[in-house]
């Protein structure tokens, strides 16, 4: 059963004695198990086979049982896995305290058994027994020693990898260390070949190297120290390794030859070195010692040098050694006071941070947080933006195209997106990696940025009903979050916290909105695939993206429509090659066509058309932009409109007409006439614009409008024609020309004039066979009738259909006799009685 893995690598505190940082561990344990007990919970139910059907019987017992399992974890410093240890366990890392000593150990003991024993002695062999078996010990430890991945940083559990990993770096060479090659060399005869095999225990070596580097960056113990005693350490071990290989050189000559060798022929002052095996051991290594350090020192005194050419071979590459590591040894020295190691500005950097949350008492949850940032930040060397520092954008684009088009392309908020959308997505993304336990984004708060999953999983957590934390759902890779508060401009709605270490990129509120408005298609698809996601979080905010959605048309119909207004056409074509729809109006009903044709722009109208916009759409007003473009003079326009198949179709066309008529603009009446504007269309009041005209006395205009075929025998509602309309006005011109227009239409219609113009616009009427004063209890349905052309033949229709007998007449709602149709109104109501009931 899987279980989470419970850090605490609290080894940075100044001054904190061992009671409060047990202290500290505890409660860090604490907040850890607090902060990741609903992810847990769901891992441990997915390896139940437990489903969302689960009763809250079921979970309550699986939280106890977190609870009870998260204390055992902390007390025993288990980790996830049966049988696993983590590196941070406590008697783990008291075993890498007593490993390191047997390390120190062999390091140091392996070149002087080397070159100074041909078999040891008992008490060394069975002091060397005891570390083989303590290095054989830690190799078994090694199988189920949990690490940390060096790609993604989580610490790995699994047994199968743990050993594979093992089998596949050092356990072959560690393995082999642990031979016994003492009793080895004895059993194939003392061979030398067997000896050599002795220096595959200097990789144990590694052990001391990783102390020292931890050394480095614990802040209580001096940088300086620790880089000084690390250079002595250094260069006393390569001295001491030349030491013993000098006086191998001389021990594996033949016993006759011995004389010829640098220690065999050694005399200083009166003593002699002639037989050497004899001298004590300690005097033997002291002497090598002298002669290695002085050849590294390259100071030379004479007094110890190369006898034979082994020695000369050796000493030559043992000086050119030297050479290499003085350089490191100075170069060290001169960065300690120069103060520019990685190392040391990490130490600096934590060590100004912890003074920050000391004088600000920040909670342990938040001062663990910082410092594993930090710690993250130095071991993984995850932040790339300072390598990258100094490269072109257009390479620093590239690299970012190639590390990061991958998972982006993946995302579903971004499916059917275009590749350049994406490639300018990926170019502001931001690299960023979270811990364990730490809380992204919490409800309530304005969110400014958008993350999206590479590694890792997070938990949306919300409230439920009870007021207890439930998981909302998982965030795994190729997952976004924070979109919904950016895109909606709503305060986040869930908390966002890790479960295990993620590594995220991050794109800012400002970068993603500026790319969104130059590809209007992508951000009408982005939101779409937001209504489109599943999860009950989504249904709860479907009418908080459906308004952005609206607004979003609405600003972008704005945004064309301005482009057409002011002429802008790079601007239009940008931005309905970015998926702005060319028919889409704003809050007026006005489309571009119509703010093209209202300014005159030709090239804007022209690329318009070629787009497949509707050509006769027409605004709230009625206004099409054909009449746009004929209202504002602007011919060019209106005549390649025309050409395009556009008509003038003008809603009461009668009233605007006679509206224009009114304000006296000739020019406009002869655009609307020549454009095929009915002149005998009727306003309110079924007047004609003739009417109008003959009214105020325009002659030019009723000479304009009967040109165009204006009838002079239309009446109004009240049965005046424009030529009595004329008279009334008293222009005496103007009655000539409309006298002269009724004789040429009457030539034209003999005899028929008036009922052709009655026919062109009849008028209706009611008959009601009583008398207008009559009673209610008297009074009997009505008729309606078409008015004829005589009141006569209105009589005979009326008593036809109404059976009436005897001489009638007609009679208005006054009791007043009518003798002319031309008296009757359109609509009006009509008694019909006999001339007896009138008596």
Same mark, same amino acid.
């Given at each position: 059963?899987?279980?989470?893995?419970?850090?605490?690598?609290?080894?940075?505190?100044?001054?904190?004695?061992?009671?409060?940082?047990?202290?500290?561990?505890?409660?860090?344990?604490?907040?850890?198990?607090?902060?990741?007990?609903?992810?847990?919970?769901?891992?441990?139910?997915?390896?139940?086979?437990?489903?969302?059907?689960?009763?809250?019987?079921?979970?309550?017992?699986?939280?106890?049982?977190?609870?009870?399992?998260?204390?055992?974890?902390?007390?025993?410093?288990?980790?996830?896995?049966?049988?696993?240890?983590?590196?941070?366990?406590?008697?783990?890392?008291?075993?890498?305290?007593?490993?390191?000593?047997?390390?120190?150990?062999?390091?140091?003991?392996?070149?002087?058994?080397?070159?100074?024993?041909?078999?040891?002695?008992?008490?060394?062999?069975?002091?060397?027994?005891?570390?083989?078996?303590?290095?054989?010990?830690?190799?078994?430890?090694?199988?189920?020693?949990?690490?940390?991945?060096?790609?993604?940083?989580?610490?790995?559990?699994?047994?199968?990898?743990?050993?594979?990993?093992?089998?596949?770096?050092?356990?072959?060479?560690?393995?082999?260390?642990?031979?016994?090659?003492?009793?080895?060399?004895?059993?194939?005869?003392?061979?030398?070949?067997?000896?050599?095999?002795?220096?595959?225990?200097?990789?144990?070596?590694?052990?001391?190297?990783?102390?020292?580097?931890?050394?480095?960056?614990?802040?209580?113990?001096?940088?300086?120290?620790?880089?000084?005693?690390?250079?002595?350490?250094?260069?006393?071990?390569?001295?001491?390794?030349?030491?013993?290989?000098?006086?191998y050189l001389a021990t594996t000559l033949p016993p006759v030859e011995e004389g010829y060798t640098w220690i065999g022929s050694l005399?200083?002052?009166?003593y002699s070195y002639s037989n050497f095996r004899d001298i004590d051991l300690w005097k033997r290594y002291t002497t090598s010692l002298?002669?290695?350090?002085?050849?590294?020192?390259?100071?030379?005194?004479?007094?110890?040098?190369?006898?034979?050419?082994?020695?000369?071979?050796?000493?030559?590459?043992?000086?050119?050694?030297?050479?290499?590591?003085?350089?490191?040894?100075?170069?060290?020295?001169?960065?300690?006071?120069?103060?520019?190691?990685?190392?040391?500005?990490?130490?600096?950097?934590?060590?100004?941070?912890?003074?920050?949350?000391?004088?600000?008492?920040?909670?342990?949850?938040?001062?663990?947080?910082?410092?594993?940032?930090?710690?993250?930040?130095?071991?993984?060397?995850?932040?790339?933006?300072?390598?990258?520092?100094?490269?072109?954008?257009?390479?620093?684009?590239?690299?970012?195209?190639?590390?990061?088009?991958?998972?982006?392309?993946?995302?579903?908020?971004?499916?059917?997106?275009?590749?350049?959308?994406?490639?300018?997505?990926?170019?502001?993304?931001?690299?960023?990696?979270?811990?364990?336990?730490?809380?992204?984004?919490?409800?309530?708060?304005?969110?400014?940025?958008?993350?999206?999953?590479?590694?890792?999983?997070?938990?949306?957590?919300?409230?439920?009903?009870?007021?207890?934390?439930?998981?909302?759902?998982?965030?795994?890779?190729?997952?976004?979050?924070?979109?919904?508060?950016?895109?909606?401009?709503?305060?986040?709605?869930?908390?966002?916290?890790?479960?295990?270490?993620?590594?995220?990129?991050?794109?800012?509120?400002?970068?993603?909105?500026?790319?969104?408005?130059?590809?209007?298609?992508?951000?009408?698809?982005?939101?779409?695939?937001?209504?489109?996601?599943?999860?009950?979080?989504?249904?709860?905010?479907?009418?908080?993206?459906?308004?952005?959605?609206?607004?979003?048309?609405?600003?972008?119909?704005?945004?064309?429509?301005?482009?057409?207004?002011?002429?802008?056409?790079?601007?239009?074509?940008?931005?309905?090659?970015?998926?702005?729809?060319?028919?889409?109006?704003?809050?007026?009903?006005? +489309?571009? &066509?119509?703010? #093209?044709?209202?300014? *005159?722009?030709? =090239?804007?109208?022209?690329? /318009?058309?070629?787009? %497949?916009? @509707?050509?006769?759409?027409?605004?709230?007003?009625?206004?099409?932009?054909?009449?746009?473009?004929?209202?504002?003079?602007h011919d060019r326009v209106s005549s390649l409109l025309i050409k395009e198949g556009a008509s003038l179709k003008i809603e009461n066309?009668? +009233?605007? &007409?006679?509206? #224009?008529?009114?304000? *006296?603009?000739? =020019?406009?009446?002869?655009? /609307?006439?020549?454009? %095929?504007? @009915?002149?005998?269309?009727?306003?309110?009041?079924?007047?004609?614009?003739?009417?109008?005209?003959?009214?105020?006395?325009?002659?030019?205009?009723?000479?304009?409008?009967?040109?165009?075929?204006?009838?002079?025998?239309?009446?109004?509602?009240?049965?005046?024609?424009?030529?009595?309309?004329?008279?009334?006005?008293?222009?005496?011109?103007?009655?000539?020309?409309?006298?002269?227009?009724?004789?040429?239409?009457?030539?034209?219609?003999?005899?028929?004039?008036?009922?052709?113009?009655?026919?062109?616009?009849?008028?209706?009427?009611?008959?009601?066979?009583?008398?207008?004063?009559?009673?209610?209890?008297?009074?009997?349905?009505?008729?309606?009738?078409?008015?004829?052309?005589?009141?006569?033949?209105?009589?005979?229709?009326?008593?036809?259909?109404?059976?009436?007998?005897?001489?009638?007449?007609?009679?208005?709602?006054?009791?007043?006799?009518?003798?002319?149709?031309?008296?009757?109104?359109?609509?009006?109501?009509?008694?019909?009685?006999?001339?007896?009931?009138?008596?």
């Amino acid at each position: 059963m899987s279980r989470r893995v419970v850090e605490d690598e609290d080894v940075d505190e100044v001054g904190d004695d061992e009671e409060e940082e047990n202290e500290y561990e505890v409660q860090d344990l604490r907040d850890r198990i607090k902060s990741s007990r609903g992810s847990r919970f769901n891992l441990i139910s997915n390896d139940l086979g437990l489903d969302g059907s689960s009763t809250s019987t079921t979970r309550r017992r699986m939280r106890n049982y977190l609870s009870r399992e998260s204390v055992i974890t902390g007390v025993k410093g288990l980790s996830k896995g049966i049988g696993v240890i983590h590196p941070d366990n406590r008697w783990y890392r008291v075993w890498t305290k007593v490993i390191l000593v047997w390390a120190i150990y062999s390091s140091f003991f392996t070149p002087f058994e080397f070159g100074f024993f041909r078999g040891l002695e008992e008490r060394l062999f069975i002091l060397d027994i005891v570390g083989q078996v303590a290095f054989l010990v830690d190799i078994i430890l090694h199988f189920f020693l949990a690490y940390r991945d060096s790609q993604t940083y989580r610490m790995v559990h699994k047994r199968n990898l743990i050993a594979l990993r093992y089998l596949k770096s050092s356990f072959i060479v560690d393995l082999l260390g642990c031979m016994p090659w003492d009793n080895i060399y004895k059993a194939c005869g003392r061979r030398e070949e067997v000896r050599y095999l002795l220096w595959i225990r200097l990789s144990r070596v590694r052990k001391v190297t990783k102390f020292f580097r931890d050394l480095e960056k614990d802040i209580r113990i001096s940088y300086e120290f620790t880089r000084i005693a690390k250079l002595l350490v250094v260069e006393l071990y390569c001295t001491h390794t030349a030491a013993c290989i000098f006086y191998y050189l001389a021990t594996t000559l033949p016993p006759v030859e011995e004389g010829y060798t640098w220690i065999g022929s050694l005399k200083l002052g009166d003593y002699s070195y002639s037989n050497f095996r004899d001298i004590d051991l300690w005097k033997r290594y002291t002497t090598s010692l002298y002669f290695a350090i002085v050849t590294m020192a390259t100071v030379g005194y004479g007094d110890i040098h190369a006898v034979n050419l082994r020695e000369m071979i050796f000493i030559m590459a043992y000086v050119s050694f030297d050479m290499v590591l003085g350089a490191y040894l100075i170069g060290n020295m001169t960065a300690l006071i120069v103060k520019g190691s990685k190392t040391e500005k990490f130490r600096d950097k934590m060590t100004d941070l912890i003074k920050y949350m000391n004088r600000n008492r920040l909670g342990k949850d938040i001062r663990n947080q910082i410092k594993g940032h930090l710690r993250l930040q130095y071991e993984s060397s995850y932040t790339e933006a300072a390598v990258l520092q100094d490269i072109p954008a257009s390479i620093r684009a590239k690299i970012s195209q190639t590390l990061y088009f991958p998972n982006i392309v993946n995302v579903p908020l971004f499916k059917g997106c275009s590749t350049e959308f994406i490639n300018q997505i990926v170019t502001k993304l931001h690299e960023e990696f979270f811990l364990p336990g730490e809380v992204i984004m919490e409800p309530g708060n304005v969110v400014d940025q958008v993350y999206f999953v590479c590694h890792g999983v997070l938990e949306e957590v919300g409230l439920g009903e009870d007021g207890s934390e439930e998981t909302v759902s998982l965030l795994q890779p190729n997952s976004s979050f924070g979109q919904v508060s950016i895109l909606c401009n709503i305060p986040q709605p869930y908390t966002v916290r890790v479960c295990e270490l993620c590594r995220l990129l991050r794109l800012d509120k400002q970068s993603f909105t500026s790319i969104l408005d130059i590809y209007f298609y992508d951000g009408r698809k982005i939101l779409n695939n937001l209504l489109e996601g599943k999860g009950p979080h989504i249904k709860q905010l479907e009418s908080d993206i459906t308004f952005h959605i609206g607004k979003q048309e609405a600003e972008l119909a704005l945004k064309v429509n301005s482009a057409a207004y002011h002429g802008d056409l790079h601007q239009l074509k940008c931005l309905i090659r970015a998926g702005a729809d060319p028919n889409k109006t704003d809050y007026d009903g006005r +489309s571009p &066509l119509h703010l #093209a044709a209202l300014r *005159g722009h030709e =090239d804007i109208t022209l690329f /318009l058309i070629q787009e %497949g916009v @509707d050509i006769n759409i027409n605004d709230n007003f009625g206004n099409t932009p054909l009449l746009e473009a004929i209202k504002n003079g602007h011919d060019r326009v209106s005549s390649l409109l025309i050409k395009e198949g556009a008509s003038l179709k003008i809603e009461n066309a009668g +009233s605007f &007409l006679c509206s #224009a008529i009114a304000k *006296g603009d000739s =020019d406009f009446l002869k655009k /609307l006439l020549s454009n %095929g504007i @009915d002149p005998n269309s009727k306003g309110y009041d079924q007047r004609t614009p003739l009417h109008i005209a003959a009214s105020e006395g325009l002659y030019l205009m009723a000479k304009l409008l009967l040109e165009a075929g204006a009838n002079v025998f239309s009446k109004d509602r009240w049965g005046n024609t424009p030529l009595d309309e004329g008279r009334m006005c008293g222009n005496k011109n103007l009655i000539r020309l409309l006298e002269e227009a009724k004789d040429a239409q009457l030539s034209e219609f003999p005899y028929r004039a008036q009922e052709i113009a009655d026919k062109m616009h009849p008028k209706k009427c009611t008959v009601f066979p009583f008398h207008p004063w009559d009673s209610k209890e008297h009074r009997k349905p009505g008729i309606v009738l078409w008015v004829p052309a005589t009141i006569e033949k209105l009589i005979n229709t009326a008593s036809e259909k109404l059976e009436f007998e005897g001489g009638m007449c007609i009679l208005s709602e006054d009791a007043g006799k009518i003798l002319d149709v031309g008296l009757i109104n359109d609509g009006q109501k009509l008694y019909l009685v006999t001339e007896t009931h009138l008596k």
